[in-house]
């Protein structure tokens, strides 16, 4: 009973804590939720207000039982649990299951995991806020009513397996509604005509683009005859400087990350999906060993959407910056961003380094690949907004070809005069942006005579808009308001689980499969595909964390209108059948080809040929690679396991039973020539422990 018990998610996060805390803290990790809502069935009871039916699942039974007997025998118990919605439900169901009311039990959070912020939560403990519990479990219970209720008809009449959520639903029409705006895309073609120029005294050439007429009139190119007319017509023209503009452009920092913004410029920059990132990211807030300073917590909380930033930390910021780069880097007032995105917990930080002092370079030693990459890019930006703002010099010079007509041809240049907070950090553009790089011209003024040394007509056709890639799509569910902080990672993975959606060369495309749900859930449940809809109760889940919103009503007002809708759909809907996916073998019975299904343990082989031939073989991916036991000569496949995990194995099992777990690469080593295999972001050999880089494909 001397013991005073802290519980947190992870033992890394314990491990962490407990260099901090000192031996007078017992800390324990319940490894995320101890108790959730059952799988086996809705766990929702409708008719007494959506009373929710909480289980202990039985792989946390045991953590469970652990933590009850620490509490038992604790005299103080503290939940250090995350701090956000989820991490506050985590503790407000600790304290159910360790059912400690006989004594004192308190919340404490911190959103970074330092000496300073950690002493200071447990000085201010308080007790659990409700309401954010309520809102948790509100978003809980409803995403268990739209998944549970409407999956069971996609097994029905679609295909078994299937899901719908409510937010995932949304995320596969953004991309379905993308394609279809792809598909009926209409290219229409165009003309952009270049001169390239000098003038009388200058022998440097440059270039300049035909923008219209002198008169300000729009000057459309669309074929090329109506382009080697127009060249006929400017080879003869004469060309003198019309007009010359030069302005002071300034450029400022971008503020440092939100969880949204690190998941787009990780994904941009180190091409990193957001369910890496975020892992990543946990691993860095929750503490790395680091030296002789053991572990420690290098980047504060990564799920929040405010761009706070504290003073200390400012301050550290801006003397840090003048002591490496100089006085001219420092603005004169500290940096305070505005929040953008609505709704944002102005409780929280952005993300970003606990110490400044502590640079990149010098901790990259105790840091993996993909973690000194996510860590210096987090630092990098945080510095970075803390800088002077760069300066460029921007000049327009506007042409004059005089012939029939007065054409007008423009060009511009950019120059930096002062790199400011580019010296460290930019931010990347995302692929349908373009990016304002710097040019220079032959100094120019109104007047000069220009010689014309050639004109150079390009055929163009416009472009539809680009697919959404990880960066882009983030940004939008952001912007339309749909999902939290918490969910964007989540969202994406999902739907690339559930084969509703596949990355091609880094870009979102539909599946049929996805088409097909999607088109069913707009059909009869036009709501849960809204995405104004889903916006709106993305509002209405966060007014009921500051107490304008009962959550029993929220949910009772959606799912009134909604059961109808089921209820309707149940009757209508017919089956839906979809294409059979075929694969390059025939059935070894009779010959016809054989197709992938879906079963209740995944994908499996069964011949077209069904119901007359009943043939069926397991999926195996081919990988391309040989069994690498002596005398075997089986191909490596990969097989997914009941628990739906890849796995490889030689294809002439069971008479070979050569099991590997990681994907293994056709490349030989290049040190003895044995197996490599994926190990994380490297390639590993089987044979001799060789670790390098990843071959290229």
Same mark, same amino acid.
């Given at each position: 009973?001397?013991?005073? /018990?802290?519980?947190?998610?992870?033992?890394?996060?314990?491990?962490?804590?407990?260099?901090?805390?000192?031996?007078?803290?017992?800390?324990?990790?319940?490894?995320?939720?101890?108790?959730?809502? #059952?799988?086996?069935?809705?766990? &929702?009871?409708?008719?007494?207000?959506?009373?929710?039916?909480?289980?202990?699942?039985?792989? %946390?039974?045991?953590?469970?039982?652990?933590? %009850?007997?620490?509490?038992?025998?604790?005299?103080?118990?503290?939940?250090?649990?995350? #701090?956000?919605?989820?991490?506050?439900?985590?503790?407000?169901?600790?304290?159910? =299951?360790?059912?400690?009311?006989?004594?004192?039990?308190?919340? =404490?959070?911190?959103?970074?995991?330092?000496?300073?912020?950690?002493?200071?939560?447990?000085?201010? #403990?308080?007790?659990?806020?409700?309401?954010?519990?309520?809102?948790?479990?509100?978003?809980?219970? /409803?995403?268990?009513?739209?998944?549970? $209720?409407?999956?069971?008809?996609?097994? $029905?009449?679609?295909?078994?397996? /299937?899901?719908?959520?409510?937010? !995932?639903? &949304?995320?596969?029409?953004?991309?379905?509604?993308?394609?279809?705006?792809?598909? @009926?895309?209409?290219?229409?073609?165009?003309?952009?005509?270049?001169?390239?120029?000098?003038?009388?005294?200058?022998?440097?050439?440059?270039?300049?683009?035909?923008?219209?007429?002198?008169?300000?009139?729009?000057?459309?190119?669309?074929?090329?005859?109506?382009?080697?007319?127009?060249?006929?017509?400017?080879?003869?023209?004469?060309?003198?400087?019309?007009?010359?503009?030069?302005?002071?452009?300034?450029?400022?920092?971008?503020?440092?990350?939100?969880?949204?913004?690190? @998941?787009?410029?990780?994904?941009?920059?180190?091409?990193?999906? *957001?369910?890496?990132?975020?892992?990543?990211? !946990?691993? /860095?807030?929750?503490?790395?060993?680091?030296?002789?300073?053991?572990?420690?917590?290098?980047?504060?909380?990564?799920?929040?959407?405010?761009?706070?930033?504290?003073?200390?930390?400012?301050?550290?910021?801006?003397?840090?910056?003048?002591?490496?780069?100089? %006085?001219?880097?420092?603005?004169?007032? *500290?940096?305070?961003?505005?929040?953008?995105?609505?709704?944002?917990?102005?409780?929280?930080?952005?993300?970003?380094?606990?110490?400044?002092?502590?640079?990149?370079?010098?901790?990259?030693?105790?840091?993996?690949?993909?973690?000194?990459?996510?860590?210096?890019?987090?630092?990098?930006?945080? &510095?970075?907004?803390?800088?002077?703002?760069?300066?460029f010099d921007s000049t327009t010079v506007d042409i004059e070809a005089k012939n029939n007509k007065s054409y007008l041809f423009r060009t511009s240049t950019l120059v930096n005069t002062f790199p400011g907070f580019i010296i460290l950090y930019t931010e990347s553009k995302d692929e349908a942006e373009v990016e304002e790089k710097e040019s220079t011209l032959p100094k120019l003024k109104k007047d000069d005579i220009l010689k014309l040394l050639g004109l150079f007509p390009e055929q163009?056709?416009?472009?539809?808009?680009?697919?959404?890639?990880?960066a882009s799509l983030v940004k939008a569910l952001e912007q339309y308001g749909i999902g939290r902080p918490s969910t964007y990672a989540p969202i994406l993975s999902t739907i690339q689980d559930r084969e509703y959606v596949t990355k091609v060369s880094g870009f979102f495309q539909p599946t049929e499969l996805g088409t097909v749900v999607n088109d069913l859930l707009t059909r009869y449940f036009p709501n849960i595909v809204d995405v104004t809809f889903t916006a709106e109760m993305e509002?209405?889940?966060?007014?009921?964390?500051?107490?304008?919103?009962?959550?029993?009503?929220?949910?009772?007002?959606?799912?009134?209108?909604?059961?109808?809708?089921?209820?309707?759909?149940?009757?209508?809907?017919?089956?839906?059948?979809?294409?059979?996916?075929?694969?390059?073998?025939?059935?070894?019975?009779?010959?016809?080809?054989?197709?992938?299904?879906?079963?209740?343990?995944?994908?499996?082989?069964?011949?077209t040929g069904f119901p007359e031939c009943k043939f069926t073989k397991p999926f195996q991916l081919k990988t391309g690679v040989k069994c690498p036991e002596p005398g075997c000569g089986g191909d490596i496949v990969g097989r997914m396991s009941k628990k739906k995990r890849m796995f490889y194995g030689c294809s002439n099992y069971p008479k070979c039973k050569f099991l590997i777990n990681n994907k293994p690469l056709p490349q030989p080593c290049p040190g003895c020539g044995g197996m490599?295999?994926?190990?994380?972001?490297?390639?590993?050999?089987?044979?001799?422990?060789?670790?390098?880089?990843?071959?290229?494909?």
């Open positions: 009973m001397n013991k005073e /018990l802290v519980i947190v998610e992870s033992p890394a996060k314990a491990k962490t804590l407990a260099k901090i805390l000192g031996h007078k803290f017992t800390i324990m990790a319940s490894m995320g939720h101890v108790r959730d809502l #059952p799988k086996s069935s809705l766990g &929702v009871d409708v008719a007494k207000d959506f009373t929710p039916q909480y289980v202990v699942p039985r792989e %946390k039974g045991k953590t469970a039982r652990e933590l %009850k007997k620490a509490a038992k025998d604790a005299k103080v118990i503290y939940l250090a649990t995350d #701090p956000d919605r989820e991490g506050e439900a985590i503790a407000w169901h600790l304290a159910q =299951v360790i059912q400690s009311d006989h004594k004192p039990y308190w919340r =404490v959070v911190f959103h970074e995991i330092t000496d300073e912020a950690v002493k200071e939560a447990f000085q201010h #403990p308080h007790e659990i806020n409700e309401r954010l519990v309520d809102a948790q479990q509100a978003r809980r219970i /409803l995403d268990r009513l739209v998944g549970y $209720k409407i999956s069971p008809l996609l097994w $029905k009449k679609v295909r078994r397996g /299937l899901s719908a959520g409510r937010v !995932q639903s &949304v995320a596969v029409k953004i991309i379905i509604d993308r394609e279809r705006e792809i598909q @009926q895309f209409v290219a229409k073609e165009y003309w952009v005509i270049e001169a390239e120029l000098t003038s009388k005294t200058k022998k440097e050439a440059f270039r300049a683009t035909l923008v219209g007429l002198i008169d300000g009139k729009k000057l459309e190119v669309r074929n090329e005859t109506e382009a080697k007319e127009l060249q006929d017509i400017l080879e003869k023209a004469d060309y003198s400087v019309l007009k010359v503009t030069t302005k002071k452009v300034t450029r400022q920092p971008a503020p440092p990350f939100i969880t949204s913004t690190l @998941q787009q410029e990780a994904a941009r920059k180190l091409r990193f999906t *957001a369910k890496q990132t975020m892992a990543i990211a !946990q691993q /860095l807030y929750e503490g790395l060993p680091v030296g002789g300073e053991g572990s420690v917590g290098l980047i504060t909380y990564m799920r929040t959407d405010s761009t706070r930033v504290a003073t200390s930390a400012v301050a550290e910021a801006r003397e840090f910056i003048e002591s490496k780069y100089g %006085k001219e880097y420092v603005p004169a007032h *500290a940096r305070a961003f505005a929040g953008k995105v609505k709704g944002a917990q102005e409780a929280h930080e952005a993300i970003r380094p606990t110490r400044i002092s502590r640079e990149p370079a010098q901790i990259k030693q105790y840091l993996n690949a993909a973690q000194f990459k996510l860590y210096d890019l987090i630092w990098k930006r945080m &510095v970075a907004s803390q800088m002077s703002a760069a300066l163009r056709f416009t472009q539809p808009p680009p697919r959404y890639s990880e509002d209405e889940l966060d007014d009921i964390a500051t107490s304008k919103r009962e959550w029993v009503k929220v949910i009772r007002d959606f799912y009134t209108p909604f059961d109808t809708s089921l209820q309707k759909a149940v009757q209508v809907i017919e089956r839906v059948k979809l294409a059979d996916q075929l694969v390059e073998e025939t059935c070894p019975k009779c010959g016809k080809p054989l197709a992938i299904k879906m079963g209740r343990f995944g994908k499996f082989l069964a011949c490599l295999v994926q190990w994380g972001k490297q390639a590993k050999c089987l044979k001799c422990n060789y670790k390098g880089k990843l071959p290229q494909e």
